[in-house]
């Protein structure tokens, strides 16, 4: 069984930074994809960002500029750094990852929230 934990939630006030961590936990073999999406209230699930496993970025274009994704192929560890964020950006962040055990699946998170102050 695999597990994706996610870290780095909380209250940032407008205009502020943070840093959110997400590593797999349990049986994991190759992992391909990583990413982040998230859910404003009263909005759909949306992509932020995803990372390929030789470190290549793709951003939601609306977001490229104020996040920046990045990832520890050793510590199997993807981040989403955010910088002046708004309160729009108050959401529960997902983490997302496409690993191989006996076979190839994509997980999810359990979501950390974030919530920006106005």
């Known amino acids: 069984q695999v597990q994706l934990v996610e870290s780095g939630g909380g209250l940032v006030q407008s205009g502020g930074s943070l840093r959110l961590s997400c590593t797999p936990a349990g049986s994991v073999g190759a992992i391909d994809t990583m990413g982040w999406y998230r859910q404003r209230p009263g909005y759909g699930r949306e992509l932020v960002a995803t990372?390929?496993?030789?470190?290549?970025?793709f951003y939601a274009e609306s977001l490229e500029g104020r996040f920046t994704i990045s990832r520890d192929n050793a510590k199997r560890t993807v981040y989403l750094q955010g910088n002046h964020l708004y309160p729009e950006d108050t959401a529960v962040y997902y983490c997302n990852a496409r690993i191989l055990t006996q076979r190839w699946l994509t997980y999810w998170g359990q979501g950390t929230q974030v919530t920006v102050s106005s």
């Open positions: 990372i390929g496993r030789d470190g290549g970025p």
